[in-house]
Nanobody, 123 residues
Framework: QVQLLESGGGLVQTGGSLGLSCTASGRSLSSFAWGWFRQAPGKEREFVSA????????DYADSVRGRFTISRDNAKNTVYLQMNSLKPEDTAVYYC????????????????WGQGTRVTVSS
């Protein structure tokens, strides 16, 4: 059984930084694409960033491009999201996900999901 566990969320002031990580257990996800999504209160879950299995290709939502950086360590079965210059509108529960066959922004394409970690950015 594959499980994804996120960590690193918390409370930060506007302009601050946080680093999220997500580690998989149960099988190697080195051939999977990884994605980060977020869901703010009262809103739908939205795409944040994705990274191909090799780590050489990444994608970002316009709202976070230039501020967030996704990376992965296949040896550790882990994906990271470094978030800088945080804004109150970044407040959300952040989810990691893994996709066996695609590199995409589509929520329905992802096969495995973590439980989420909360990020709160105070103004």
């Amino acid at each position: 059984q594959v499980q994804l566990l996120e960590s690193g969320g918390g409370l930060v002031q506007t302009g601050g930084s946080l680093g999220l990580s997500c580690t998989a257990s149960g099988r190697s996800l080195s051939s999977f694409a990884w994605g980060w999504f977020r869901q703010a209160p009262g809103k739908e879950r939205e795409f944040v960033s994705a990274i191909k299995w090799s780590g050489e290709v990444t994608d970002y939502a316009d709202s976070v491009r230039g501020r967030f950086t996704i990376s992965r360590d296949n040896a550790k079965n882990t994906v990271y999201l470094q978030m800088n210059s945080l804004k109150p509108e970044d407040t959300a529960v952040y989810y990691c996900a893994a996709d066996a066959t695609r590199f995409s922004r589509g929520i329905l394409n992802y096969d495995y999901w973590g439980q989420g970690t909360r990020v709160t950015v105070s103004s």
